[in-house]
């Protein structure tokens, strides 16, 4: 955390070679949270980033530990709450893996369906989010008019919109309402004709190309020694999409291409993330009109416990790997848990891809890394 | 590579390691005084891991246990490799200068179980209070004010 007396000494010690230590955040509008960096500038060059977490740290790997197998899961929707289903997802593939639980494939098949729908709503946000921290107002309405169709379809089935907790060990926690096909085919539909604005309104807009190409470069190599994963890393050509590598649920059974680009640069990361979001349109297309009759919810007993020994599961969110970690001591509780979070990685590399250039390209830099503070503050 | 390939090749840098098998993954427990060749060895030879996707520590009440996770890029295999520390004194060497990631998620790891990367350049509290007193993810860590009973 932020200690003030600190920086007003760090303050003295740089103000003779003409830098000057800026506070950005933690109320600050672009950081989407209570993050706090403190920035030092040279003129107008970043010479360091210091990112200072804490803010809206819940403990929640402490709290974990008194949590029983079921409950759980409910406090990881409150991490990246933008993801909110995939991180449940993640939970109780580990309880299923660990205790051998059979889920039935109509529940398999939802899953799934509902953990596209969520990383379309998620880079929705994002590019709404985005385009207004680069000073573009109106791609934030085009966005959450699509998003809002989500978190309707949402709603109607989980009963919330951004913390779904709709994931039990086994299964679903309810079936699906008799509309949900129906609303979902409207969405596709309605999302498959307003995609080529966003291209129309951002992509080939000339300002927007000259405020993001070249800026914030990652290379493969540092993406995979800081750690980066998911949109981030195959902006720089790393291929990291747990969905191809580990296949989880039915994602063996769909096609669809993990999104590459070389550039490594915030345009990069732009275009990966868009074209993600048709990919997870055409899993959707392929799993709608085959989700299987059956079981909503394989049998399992009232009380989970998990054998003695350590267990680890990764799925893809719409950051990127998120894996969750486990040491039983084969109690109903965890002994230890971890949560590998995507965000906590790629905000490391800020400070890196950041350094020598302008103040105001750090938006584009920060923008596109997509941070999402509550799953950083775990 | 095979287990058993990466066993041998471990034996011939740490001969006191000990192997378990029974988990997802190949488990290696080595000393702290070993960690830091080994890790160096893992990076750059033929295991070639480039990507250190956790780390973390748990706390067993009687010692402390750090736990890396590596895996590599071109052929997909992880490995978990773990070192006992003492719980009074914990001190092990930094890895931030083989993987980056490894310089934030050990500065969490030194807050929350105290753990003394040696060699790490910015060794500061990341998410707690500068005046925080305790480490609270060890099991006997007691907060008067928000107390979860275990």
Same mark, same amino acid.
């Given at each position: 955390m932020y200690n003030q007396t600190e920086i007003i000494k760090d303050t003295s010690e740089l103000g003779a070679d003409g830098e000057l230590v800026i506070n950005m955040g933690p109320q600050h509008p672009a950081t989407h949270g209570v993050l706090h960096l403190v920035v030092?500038?040279?003129?107008?060059?970043?010479?360091?980033?210091?990112? #200072?977490?804490?803010?809206? #740290?819940?403990?929640?790997?402490?709290?974990?530990?008194?949590?029983?197998?079921?409950?759980?899961?409910?406090?990881?929707?409150?991490?990246?709450?933008?993801?909110?289903?995939?991180?449940?997802?993640?939970?109780?593939?580990?309880?299923?893996?660990?205790?051998?639980?059979?889920?039935?494939?109509?529940?398999?098949?939802?899953?799934?369906?509902?953990?596209?729908?969520?990383?379309?709503?998620? #880079?929705?946000?994002?590019?709404?989010?985005?385009?207004?921290?680069?000073?573009?107002?109106?791609?934030?309405?085009?966005?959450?008019?699509?998003?809002?169709?989500i978190t309707d379809i949402m709603e109607d089935t989980c009963g919330a919109r951004l913390t779904m907790n709709y994931i039990v060990p086994g299964g679903l926690m309810y079936d699906l309402h008799p509309d949900f096909q129906k609303k979902v085919k409207a969405f596709i539909t309605q999302f498959k004709s307003k995609v080529t604005e966003y291209e129309d309104l951002v992509t080939n807009n000339i300002i927007f190309q000259s405020r993001t190409k070249g800026v914030g470069i990652l290379s493969a190599e540092d993406a995979i020694s800081y750690g980066c994963t998911g949109p981030v890393a195959r902006a720089s050509g790393v291929s990291c999409d747990i969905r191809k590598i580990y296949p989880y649920e039915v994602y063996d059974k769909v096609e669809f291409d993990e999104v590459l680009e070389t550039a490594g640069d915030s345009f990069a990361r732009y275009m990966v993330r868009v074209k993600e979001m048709n990919q997870s349109i055409r899993i959707i297309e392929q799993l709608i009109d085959n989700i299987p009759e059956g079981d909503f919810v394989g049998k399992t007993k009232n009380v989970l416990k998990l054998p003695k020994g350590e267990f680890y599961t990764r799925v893809e969110t719409a950051r990127g790997e998120f894996g969750v970690y486990v040491v039983s001591e084969g109690g109903t509780t965890p002994h230890r848990i971890k949560f590998r979070s995507p965000g906590f990685s790629n905000l490391s590399v800020l400070n890196h891809i950041s350094v020598g250039s302008m103040i105001g390209d750090l938006m584009a830099s920060m923008g596109t890394l997509d941070l999402v503070i509550p799953d950083i503050d775990r | 590579m095979t287990n058993e390939e990466i066993k041998e090749y471990i034996t011939t840098l740490a001969p006191a390691a000990t192997f378990d098998?029974? /988990?997802?993954?190949?488990?290696?427990?080595?000393?702290?005084?070993?960690?830091?060749?080994?890790?160096?060895?893992?990076?750059?030879?033929?295991?070639?891991?480039?990507?250190?996707?956790?780390?973390?520590?748990?706390?067993?009440?009687? +010692?402390?246990?750090?736990?890396? +996770?590596? %895996?590599?890029?071109?052929?997909?295999? %992880?490995?978990?490799?773990?070192?006992?520390?003492?719980?009074?004194?914990? %001190?092990?060497?930094?890895?931030?200068?083989?993987?980056?990631?490894?310089?934030?998620?050990?500065?969490?790891?030194?807050?929350?179980? /105290?753990? +003394?990367?040696?060699? +790490?350049?910015?060794?500061?509290?990341?998410?707690?209070?500068?005046?925080?007193? /305790?480490?609270?993810?060890?099991?006997d860590f007691e907060d008067p004010i928000n107390m979860i009973k275990l």
């Amino acid at each position: 955390m932020y200690n003030q007396t600190e920086i007003i000494k760090d303050t003295s010690e740089l103000g003779a070679d003409g830098e000057l230590v800026i506070n950005m955040g933690p109320q600050h509008p672009a950081t989407h949270g209570v993050l706090h960096l403190v920035v030092t500038l040279n003129g107008e060059t970043i010479k360091k980033i210091e990112p #200072h977490l804490g803010y809206i #740290h819940r403990s929640i790997e402490k709290m974990c530990e008194s949590l029983t197998y079921r409950q759980f899961i409910y406090v990881t929707s409150r991490m990246d709450y933008l993801s909110s289903h995939i991180n449940n997802l993640g939970c109780a593939l580990l309880i299923e893996k660990g205790m051998q639980i059979e889920v039935p494939d109509r529940a398999k098949y939802i899953r799934v369906i509902l953990s596209e729908l969520t990383r379309i709503a998620s #880079h929705e946000l994002w590019l709404g989010a985005m385009a207004m921290d680069l000073g573009a107002f109106t791609p934030f309405f085009y966005a959450f008019r699509e998003r809002e169709m989500i978190t309707d379809i949402m709603e109607d089935t989980c009963g919330a919109r951004l913390t779904m907790n709709y994931i039990v060990p086994g299964g679903l926690m309810y079936d699906l309402h008799p509309d949900f096909q129906k609303k979902v085919k409207a969405f596709i539909t309605q999302f498959k004709s307003k995609v080529t604005e966003y291209e129309d309104l951002v992509t080939n807009n000339i300002i927007f190309q000259s405020r993001t190409k070249g800026v914030g470069i990652l290379s493969a190599e540092d993406a995979i020694s800081y750690g980066c994963t998911g949109p981030v890393a195959r902006a720089s050509g790393v291929s990291c999409d747990i969905r191809k590598i580990y296949p989880y649920e039915v994602y063996d059974k769909v096609e669809f291409d993990e999104v590459l680009e070389t550039a490594g640069d915030s345009f990069a990361r732009y275009m990966v993330r868009v074209k993600e979001m048709n990919q997870s349109i055409r899993i959707i297309e392929q799993l709608i009109d085959n989700i299987p009759e059956g079981d909503f919810v394989g049998k399992t007993k009232n009380v989970l416990k998990l054998p003695k020994g350590e267990f680890y599961t990764r799925v893809e969110t719409a950051r990127g790997e998120f894996g969750v970690y486990v040491v039983s001591e084969g109690g109903t509780t965890p002994h230890r848990i971890k949560f590998r979070s995507p965000g906590f990685s790629n905000l490391s590399v800020l400070n890196h891809i950041s350094v020598g250039s302008m103040i105001g390209d750090l938006m584009a830099s920060m923008g596109t890394l997509d941070l999402v503070i509550p799953d950083i503050d775990r | 590579m095979t287990n058993e390939e990466i066993k041998e090749y471990i034996t011939t840098l740490a001969p006191a390691a000990t192997f378990d098998e029974t /988990g997802e993954w190949l488990n290696i427990m080595v000393t702290a005084e070993e960690l830091k060749p080994l890790m160096l060895a893992l990076r750059n030879a033929k295991t070639q891991m480039n990507y250190l996707f956790c780390l973390t520590c748990v706390d067993f009440k009687t +010692h402390l246990t750090m736990v890396y +996770h590596l %895996s590599a890029t071109t052929h997909r295999q %992880s490995i978990v490799i773990k070192a006992n520390l003492n719980r009074e004194q914990p %001190s092990i060497e930094t890895v931030c200068d083989i993987w980056r990631t490894a310089e934030f998620l050990e500065r969490e790891v030194f807050e929350m179980f /105290g753990v +003394h990367f040696t060699n +790490h350049p910015d060794l500061r509290k990341l998410i707690l209070e500068d005046d925080f007193k /305790g480490y609270p993810l060890r099991k006997d860590f007691e907060d008067p004010i928000n107390m979860i009973k275990l």
